[in-house]
């Protein structure tokens, strides 16, 4: 799975080391492959030990062997430990941080721009990306509207915006609560048990592409919830049944996936309402307070304020409107065919664009589209195509054909692809919400998709980081070798073992904080990729931080995906180089369990 996914293509950075550090190497005695300088005792050349090692001119000096029991052997292990942490210093040169271009773009199927001859693109946060000091505004708007509109606690308006509270791609399962106790009562977060015939329900957590919750994110309100009640709130496992997940636009019965870049305030809002509640003991019904805040987001967009506040400091909130002008203006010298479709309206859309790109930014595209109410628009042919005057009226002309420089409102993609013939693979569309503009694209209807990824940039920047590096090639060195050395069961391997296991743990943690200390990276859990990542390698050929990436290749380029290993391939992962020997099998060692 994710054959482009930056982390992976980068062997989860540990690998990615490894390839830098195998230039640092030793040639391969008598045929001139490399070999690793190892000081691992069951490592004396650059295969496995034992049998069928991949190197024919290794040398073949038997492993040291493990002590029978007792402290020689807890001794042993902790010898092999610090091996372990001088090798991988050792492979770790300078070089190896800042491997990753934040500027780049990331393939995840093979397609060459060359075959592309019309260009698609979304508006917001794909032709306009905004300026994160937008957040606040609207979660500002929508926090007073709960107040004015929908009678919600004055108190509410004491919370301000956390910017560094959620990410995006995260769960929100409505139906998920405080945990019962005897006799009625409920435990909450804030207190001992309070009697209280009513449930509060909800809970904000991250779940990886294998549908499990994340251990150590899950929040209720703003407090996290304990590991063992998650468990506990969903049967004994941390896993969610598929009919309760999200559906195919991140709708399931109970649970939401916040998918688009919009939702970072409606998630910090509705965190900050329930912690409200529960810190004041107020009864509440967690889906209508779910509706009610999920309303007053929409109500923000709806009576345009998000947009007044855009068109009034353009300055402010729009980025890189110079870049998006070069990367239209290129493709037009090329001969490529460009259109719009978004859900903005019209004189929003056009003020953006007029700023960005000029008073003629029309002439660029020959198929504009606004209010295409997006999802529908792919999925529902009734919806008709109706042309806009320049003031933006309506008109009432039959539409017989889509004409360069006209507006188009609402409409369907089913007359959209029979008034131009744009079909296919010949087709690539950008947008930057995985469901609403692109899955239905690349499922249905074979179009090439590339999906805006604005907090790539920022994860690149610390995944370059020594910190990160580092923190993670150890993490892998010490799961190679608890996996290895796990045949050893006496008591003091044991009580090795633990302290090991309880090391790793820490080193998780660390790396998860590095990204956002409440939920961690967007793309990854501790080791799986998140369902966010699922979905980014399933519905988009390329992903990227911005659409002026585009700007740094050629338009005939064609991007390769990285060839990411299946666990089964064997790879030169840094913790097998690490341990001594490949993953898998280990054969001299754990021959007894046969």
């Known amino acids: 799975m994710g054959r482009g996914l930056h982390g992976l293509q980068a062997a989860g950075m540990a690998g990615a080391g490894l390839r830098v550090a195998a230039r640092l190497w030793l040639p391969c005695r008598g045929h001139g492959r490399p070999r690793a300088a190892s000081s691992s005792p069951s490592c004396p050349g650059c295969g496995p030990p034992g049998p069928g090692s991949h190197c024919p001119g290794a040398p073949r000096s038997a492993p040291t062997p493990a002590p029978a029991s007792g402290a020689d052997l807890s001794a042993y292990l902790w010898a092999r430990y610090q091996d372990m942490r001088r090798l991988v210093h050792d492979l770790l040169p300078p070089e190896v941080c800042s491997l990753l ?56 308006r004491k919370y301000d915006y956390n910017p560094s509270f959620a990410i995006r791609g995260l769960h929100y399962d409505i139906q998920k609560g405080w945990k019962r106790l005897a006799h009625g009562q409920w435990q909450t977060p804030f207190s001992s048990p309070v009697p209280l015939p009513w449930c509060p329900q909800s809970l904000l957590m991250k779940i990886d592409a294998f549908h499990y919750v994340q251990l150590g994110t899950a929040y209720r309100g703003l407090q996290p919830v304990p590991d063992e009640e998650v468990i506990d709130l969903y049967g004994g496992t941390q896993h969610i049944p598929l009919y309760q997940m999200s559906g195919f636009y991140g709708k399931g019965p109970s649970i939401k996936q916040f998918m688009d870049i919009f939702s970072l305030p409606e998630m910090a809002l509705l965190s900050c309402v329930v912690d409200h509640f529960l810190g004041h003991g107020l009864e509440f019904d967690q889906a209508h307070l779910y509706k009610d805040v999920t309303d007053a987001i929409r109500d923000v967009h709806v009576k345009g304020l998000m947009y007044q506040w855009i068109e009034q400091d353009m300055e402010k909130y729009i980025l890189r409107g110079d870049e998006t002008f070069a990367v239209l203006s290129r493709l037009v010298d090329h001969g490529k065919q460009l259109f719009l479709i978004t859900n903005s309206p019209f004189s929003f859309v056009d003020k953006g664009m007029r700023h960005m790109v000029g008073p003629d930014w029309r002439q660029l595209f020959d198929v504009v589209i606004v209010q295409a109410d997006k999802p529908s628009f792919f999925t529902d042919p009734r919806k008709p195509f109706r042309k806009l005057d320049e003031k933006g009226s309506l008109q009432w002309d039959r539409i017989t054909r889509l004409e360069k420089g006209k507006i188009y409102r609402q409409g369907n993609l089913f007359d959209f692809l029979r008034l131009t013939e744009w079909r296919g693979p010949r087709v690539l569309y950008f947008g930057d919400h995985l469901y609403s503009d ?33 923190s993670l090639t150890w993490q892998q060195a010490l799961t190679g070798l608890l996996e290895r050395m796990q045949t050893y069961q006496d008591a003091e391997s044991r009580q090795v073992l633990a302290a090991w296991m309880k090391e790793r743990q820490e080193l998780r943690c660390i790396t998860k904080a590095l990204f956002n200390a409440q939920f961690g990276s967007i793309f990854r859990t501790f080791h799986n ?7 980014l390698v399933r519905f988009s050929d390329l992903y990227m931080a911005s659409l002026s990436c585009l700007l740094n290749y050629r338009v005939d380029f064609t991007f390769y995906p990285r060839r990411t290993p299946l666990q089964h391939e064997a790879p030169l992962w840094m913790d097998q180089l690490c341990t001594g020997c490949m993953k898998t099998p280990f054969l001299s060692d754990m021959a007894h369990i046969r």
Request: aromatic residues 14%; proline residues 5%; charged residues 25%.
């Open 438 to 470: 692109l899955a239905d694209l690349m499922l249905r209807h074979g179009w090439r998709t590339g999906a805006i990824i604005p907090e790539l940039e920022r994860e690149i920047r610390i995944i370059n980081t020594e910190q990160y590096m580092h």
């Open 529 to 535: 990729p998140t369902y966010f990542s699922r979905r």
């Open 101 to 156: 271009n934040p500027a780049a773009i990331y393939a995840n199927n093979e397609i060459s721009l060359h075959d592309v001859e019309v260009y698609g693109f979304d508006y917001d946060y794909t032709l306009a990306q905004y300026a994160d000091s937008l957040h606040p505004a609207i979660f500002s708007a929508a926090r007073d509207i709960l107040i004015e509109h929908y009678k919600y606690p004055e108190g509410i």
